[in-house]
């Protein structure tokens, strides 16, 4: 993997003619070249690389100057902010919704509900982030388009969250973001909910005479959220890979748009960081969600014991 | 019986026509979808400029609102951008050059994708699972993440674009085909034809393919579609297709800059062509799904 992706990137364009002063002399420009190792042959560059890997070192940014780990690490807190609020509107506004698309299946607003979210899946995160911005920021003018709010420290934690000015800057990319998954967590809790609605505990627990809510809090709820749980787990890593075009658009601070600025000014070092560290956060979270899983679902522990 | 059946027999074909209009929706879809790819075809003759041929565009012309007149004399229906383009006639352009990489792109992951899981299906041991595991391993990938890498690594263009495109997506076609296969290839029509003692070759893609084929439509449908998006996204992110090569992404892109100046119809309208292209492939998709699906049938 590290080797497809360092020789690979290594092998677009040449930096030294992005990087240098064109009115540069041809020793400045010897010089500079020798400064970023790019003199050495490109086995040698890998060694290095591997090396540097070992100790935790990406190499250097060629634009900033600064350790490329070090520039992922430190946009990082912005994109995990938004990934995490926008899990949280994908929960807070997908279950209500699902559950109610999936026990009122035949009323018009169920339909529409249902009609929504299949234009969640297919519209195009971009356009849609395009278009929030010419409502909300252009037309009306109540949310600011572009960038991440003033920040504050709260538990130690510095988040936009503390902040008014930070959450109105949040609100936008986070729901832009959401929106596929908010689509997803409507047909997921529909699905579970119309399934479990036919099984013999909810049948009991109604005949039993109890009271609507805990049949659907306690009952149902319990039943349909281990899938939802398990994908969204899963899509937390989708959502900082996507994070990538919502980042562009809302111009918002993180790892995603550090990608793309040094893909376009060619900063091989940081494309190669932020590619493996995104490869190693996926195999982290599914390494998690497994276990978790198992840990949720008694099902599954008891079939492995099994076999 | 099968005299009975005979009085009522239509063929598949004919079968699947009937069922696919069952639903006035998708019906719609596929019509608005002929009429795009028919617009798009059309564009050298039905626009009032070539926007690419730098003689017939004014920069004079520049920034127009909907409905203005060109220095030309035409009106420009939906105004035109920053350099000066008629938005209607880039707009029919950006179609051909998006529909060219979606379609491409969409028709070669299904040919190697349908090739790879085939193969998977039809060799066995360790080969399958060696095959399999590559494709677990990239479907828990997002495609936009692959794509992205890709690119990094390829650089871009369009020829390299429909290649990060079909790494992104073969996977798809692969794991579905190795599925279907294998539960063919157990039939006993898959076993009376290699009992006949018929090569290898003719047994996979006369016998066992054909009748892998309804899924492979149908994911076709939506993956192209999922192509002619992603597509769009990279372009938009500056790191797809360049500007010599304008898709509707690239349009978009080109708007944003004077979206803050309420500028709005030069992303909105070609937003509007991707959105309609793209909803009207899934719906047909959709459609094709539900009457494809050989569980569903009455």
Known sequence: MSLIVFFGVNVIGDPVDMLINPEADQAEIERTIRALGLDKPIHEQYLYFLKGIGSGDFGKSFIFGEPALKLILHHMPATIELALVSLIMAIILGIPLGLYAGLFPERRSSRLIMAGSILGFSLPTFWVGLMMIMLFAVHLGWLPSTGRGDTAVFLGIESSLWTRDGLSHLFMPALNLALTNISLVIRLTRAGVREAMHQDYIKFARAKGLHPRRVIGVHLMKNILIPIITVLGLEFGSLMAFSVVTESIFAWPGMGKLLIDSLLQLDRPVVVAYLMIIVLFFVVINLVVDILYSVLDPRVRLKDQGS | ?298
């Open chain 2, 1 to 298: 019986m099968s005299q009975a059946a005979g009085l009522l027999v239509e063929t598949p074909l004919q079968r699947f026509r009937a069922e696919f209009r069952e639903s006035k929706i998708a019906v719609a879809a596929l019509l608005v979808l002929a009429i795009i790819v028919l617009l798009a075809l059309l564009a050298p003759w039905i626009t009032p400029q070539n926007p690419y041929d730098l003689a017939q565009v004014d920069v004079l012309d520049g920034k127009l609102k909907p409905g203005s007149e060109a220095f030309a004399g035409y009106t420009m229906w939906l105004g035109s951008d920053g350099a000066g383009r008629d938005l209607y006639s880039a707009i029919l352009y950006g179609l051909r050059v998006s529909l060219t990489v979606g379609l491409a792109a969409g028709f070669l992951a299904l040919v190697i994708g349908t090739a790879i899981g085939l193969i998977a299906a039809y060799s066995g041991g360790r080969t399958e699972s060696l095959i399999m595991r590559a494709v677990d391993i990239q479907l828990s990938f997002p495609a936009v993440l692959i794509a992205l890498m890709l690119v990094a690594i390829l650089g871009r263009g369009i020829d390299k674009i429909i290649i990060a495109l079909v790494a992104a997506q073969w996977a798809y076609y692969a794991r579905t085909v190795r599925a279907t296969a294998l539960v063919e290839s157990a039939k006993e029509y898959v076993e009376a034809a290699r009992c006949l003692g018929l090569s290898h070759a003719r047994v996979v893609f006369r016998h066992v393919l054909p009748n892998c084929l309804a899924p492979l439509i149908v994911i076709g449908t939506v993956q192209t579609a999922s192509a002619i998006a992603l597509e769009s996204t990279l372009s938009f992110l500056g790191v797809g297709l360049r500007q010599t090569e304008p898709s509707l992404g690239v349009l978009i892109s080109n708007g944003f800059e004077y979206m803050m100046s309420g500028r709005y119809w030069i992303s909105f309208f070609p937003g509007i062509a991707l959105l309609v292209t793209i909803v009207s492939i899934n719906l047909v998709g959709d459609q094709l799904r539900d009457v494809l699906n050989p569980r569903l049938k009455r």
